[in-house]
């Protein structure tokens, strides 16, 4: 079956760094494009990062575009979110996604905490 595990969430400053990972299983990973989401307190899931299944292809929120890249190894079955000059606003629990055979699979979610 599909699983997907995130990683690497934490608590940093503003203006530090944090790379979340995701590992990926169940499926032909190279043959999918895949996604991050963020989810903040009472606020809807939203789209941050997409990647096409070959890394040809990304696609950014405005919001994080110029500090976030994501990045995946098809080798590893893993996608990659490199996040640089995290703000509060930035707080959020992030997913990653598939979309697989016409139904959307995500992770359990990693905390990302940006405070001083």
């Known amino acids: 079956q599909v699983q997907l595990v995130e990683s690497g969430g934490g608590l940093v400053q503003p203006g530090g760094s944090l790379r979340l990972s995701c590992a990926a299983s169940?499926?032909?990973?190279?043959?999918?494009?895949m996604s991050w989401y963020r989810q903040a307190p009472e606020k809807e899931r939203d789209l941050v990062a997409s990647?096409?299944?070959?890394?040809?292809?990304?696609n950014y929120a405005d919001s994080v575009k110029d500090r976030f890249t994501i990045s995946r190894d098809n080798a590893k079955n893993t996608v990659n979110l490199q996040m640089n000059s995290l703000k509060p606003d930035d707080t959020a629990v992030y997913y990653c996604?598939?979309?697989?055979?016409?139904?959307?699979?995500w992770g359990q979610g990693t905390q990302v905490t940006v405070s001083s």
């Open positions: 996604r598939v979309f697989f055979r016409g139904k959307a699979y």
């Open positions: 169940g499926f032909l990973f190279s043959a999918y494009a």
């Open positions: 990647i096409s299944n070959l890394g040809l292809t990304t």
